[in-house]
């Protein structure tokens, strides 16, 4: 099975800044990498595919990159409905897996 | 406009097997390509896959939950079913069904979740 790994797990910040998430899977994934945005009560929602795609009426201070087994997805301009936390998931072999998720809160 | 739903018990016994529904509108899952897939979320932790899907009856489930999950569709209802069985109380989370993007295996249409709690 492929693990994904998260980094960090918490990440403080303050409105304006610029944030970087990173995702590692335990092999190769090519480009097969997702990123989720998920607040408290409510379903993830999907903010990037393919790595670098995003997904449509997803703001454009999103943006991912990467392949093989690492990724990363940056938020350029924190901005107040930001706070939450985010998800990595690979869907290149014949299992999804989802990382453990990094929280996005107020610094 | 795609919409899933989640339906089934809130409050199960350990032992008891679990029934889930999914609900779906906006798509047919006899169109080739579709399919839906089963997440959880038990309270404060990550997100789990538990089994897709797609239109022509491929399945596919978590390696380390297979033993105990069974997943169908009905096309003519619009519904996927998926049971667990022998729960127990660490299988207390919310349960997701999402549709599966067109662009691979992510899941760019989640329901609402339902929350399962698994005590005696």
């Known amino acids: 099975d492929i693990q994904m790994t998260q980094s960090p797990s918490t990440l403080s910040a303050s409105v304006g800044d610029r944030v970087t998430i990173t995702c590692r899977a335990s092999q190769s994934i090519s480009s097969w990498l997702a990123w989720y945005q998920q607040k408290p009560g409510k379903a993830p929602k999907l903010l990037i595919y393919k790595a670098s795609s995003l997904e449509s009426g997803v703001p454009s201070r999103f943006s991912g990159s990467g392949s093989g087994t690492e990724f990363t997805l940056t938020i350029s301009s924190l901005q107040p409905d930001d706070f939450a936390t985010y998800y990595c998931q690979q869907y290149n072999s014949y299992f999804v897996t989802f990382g453990p998720g990094t929280k996005v809160d107020i610094k | 406009q795609i919409t899933l739903k989640e339906s089934g018990p809130t409050l199960v016994k350990p032992t008891q097997t679990l029934t889930l529904t999914c609900t779906f509108s906006?798509?047919?899952?006899?169109?080739?390509?579709?399919?839906v897939g089963w997440i959880r979320q038990p309270p404060g932790k990550a997100l789990e896959w538990l089994a897709l899907?797609?239109?022509?009856?491929?399945?596919r489930y978590s390696p380390s939950l297979k033993s105990r999950l069974t997943i169908t569709k009905d096309t003519s209802k619009n519904q996927v079913v998926l049971t667990m069985t022998n729960m127990d109380p660490v299988d207390t989370a919310t349960y997701y069904c999402a549709h599966i993007a067109d662009y691979g295996d992510a899941f760019d249409i989640w329901g609402q979740g339902t929350m399962v709690t698994v005590s005696s």
């Open positions: 899907i797609y239109w022509n009856d491929d399945k």
């Open positions: 906006g798509f047919s899952l006899s169109t080739s390509g579709v399919g």
